[in-house]
């Protein structure tokens, strides 16, 4: 068996982390990947601008989310300037939302800011309150609490001089809920995970993000889309219990070498075919490459192991390597397939030819994730192109009852194709994640994701 270190590679071929432990790109151990839960679990949105434009509006409690235009109440109506009360609001919602100072001795980590010009605010909740929380409910309900005791005080409405602008607060902020499930689309209030009582399944809330949002995070850059979508599925796979025990070394592996580029096996395959080979090409040079590094071996020379066609079969001693190979393989044909035709409409074709093609070139070795790359991928294909044809792949998110089915493998596919689209989307991610792109510029945490799983990844490989 290869021992279970990788070296890492950047974008640009350059080894950026040698001989580190699989175990230190786990969710559980990775002190980077730690901090982007945290933060994820603490920091909630807020749209004044949107809030502001409802309210002026008179548009509250619609559910659509296209047009936005159901609900449309002008006596109802007001011109309230929540932008430009920005500051004012922020204040008073960090009264509300921290805890006593100096309590245990340390700062509750409570923080209300403006950002994006004034027209958003970002809330970070105080450790405390999700510590005792069962969920991230806190991200909705103190923000939105917050939000609208701040309001009420500083636009002094009562029930005796505004009893319906008491009622338009409530409404602007959690829509019909809780007459509905959903806060609504003209909820201003977002975060990265989306509201508990939405959860598809079990432990799939940090799985919740649309693969448009991973791309407009990592602005287009294809191997940072990438590992944002590796540690953000696997934190999913781990708290859902796919990721321990039988399956804690099959979960690690891919993560390095697929979410990781471990060894630069996706980069020198995506090299070596990118300028004229195809997807059966990258299957050739996947298993050309995998007997070279003995994760696969012939079976025999004679028959039924060799055909009489010269038909071999190959068997594998280690399989969570194989399929760590063979994911990263699959991610190398999706971006030289993607890459060539710079349209992302193609990728579920091209992870679901992937997998049928290596198993019958190796003679029935498993495909990626054991077919649930190819599963997934038929369905996939299937909704890109005909009842759902206008969204295309990067409108869906990761917990989506078509993509969620894998083990967090295919998503960073689909989120490797989306960087490498030229625009041929009727959902582009300038379209849909326009909030996206700002937080990116607002929060330095997601930037560079490779570099700096990488580098916490080093910090602590010595404890393994």
Not at 19 to 28: E, G, V
Not at 57 to 81: A, S
Request: aromatic fraction near 10%; hydrophobic fraction near 40%.
């Amino acid at each position: 068996m290869i021992k279970d270190k990788v070296d890492v590679y950047n974008d640009e071929g350059e080894c950026i982390g040698e001989d580190l432990p699989i175990k230190a790109f786990s969710p559980l151990y990775n002190p980077y990947m730690v901090k982007v839960y945290n933060m994820i679990k603490r920091t909630a949105f807020i749209s004044l601008e949107k809030l502001e434009q409802n309210i002026r509006k008179g548009r509250f409690g619609e559910m659509t989310t296209l047009r936005q235009d159901e609900i449309q109440m002008p006596q109802f109506e007001r011109k309230w300037k929540l932008v430009d009360m920005g500051p004012e609001i922020a204040e008073k919602m960090n009264k509300i939302i921290s805890m006593d100072e100096g309590f245990n001795g340390k700062d509750d980590g409570s923080n209300v800011d403006l950002i994006a010009g004034g027209k958003m605010l970002r809330v970070s909740l105080p450790q405390r309150r999700i510590d005792i929380a069962a969920s991230i409910a806190p991200l909705y309900t103190i923000t939105g609490t917050a939000l609208a005791q701040s309001l009420i005080d500083l636009l002094d409405l009562n029930p005796m001089n505004d009893i319906d602008g008491c009622n338009i607060v409530k409404t602007a902020i959690f829509g019909r809920f809780p007459q509905t499930r959903e806060f609504g689309s003209s909820c201003p209030i977002f975060a990265f995970c989306k509201p508990p009582q939405l959860e598809e399944g079990i432990g799939t809330l940090f799985r919740g993000l649309m693969i448009n949002h991973i791309v407009a995070l990592s602005n287009f850059r294809t191997f940072d889309a990438v590992a944002l979508a590796t540690l953000l599925e696997q934190a999913g796979q781990t708290e859902m219990g796919n990721a321990i025990g039988w399956y804690e070394r099959y979960n690690l592996l891919t993560t390095a070498y697929q979410g990781f580029n471990g060894n630069n096996l996706v980069l020198d395959l995506i090299k070596e075919y990118g300028t004229d080979g195809t997807v059966s090409d990258v299957v050739h040079g996947l298993i050309e490459r995998s007997l070279n590094d003995g994760v696969i071996y012939p079976k025999g020379d004679k028959f039924p192991h060799t055909q009489p066609s010269g038909y071999k079969i190959y068997s594998t001693k280690d399989y969570p390597l194989w399929n760590a190979y063979s994911c990263a393989g699959l991610l190398a044909a999706v971006c030289v397939n993607v890459g060539a035709s710079r349209a992302a409409q193609g990728c579920g074709a091209v992870m679901s030819s992937f997998s049928d093609i290596l198993s019958f070139e190796t003679g029935g070795l498993p495909d990626p994730d054991a077919g649930r790359i190819f599963g997934t991928a038929l369905g996939f294909t299937f909704y890109t192109h005909s009842i759902y044809g206008g969204a295309g792949p990067g409108a869906f998110t990761m917990d989506h009852v078509i993509t969620r089915h894998t083990s967090g493998f295919f998503t960073p596919c689909v989120a490797a194709a989306m960087c490498l689209d030229a625009g041929t989307q009727i959902f582009t991610p300038k379209l849909t994640s326009g909030n996206y792109f700002t937080l990116r510029k607002e929060i330095p945490l997601l930037t560079d994701v490779v570099v700096k799983t990488t580098e916490a990844a080093k910090e602590i490989k010595n404890k393994f």
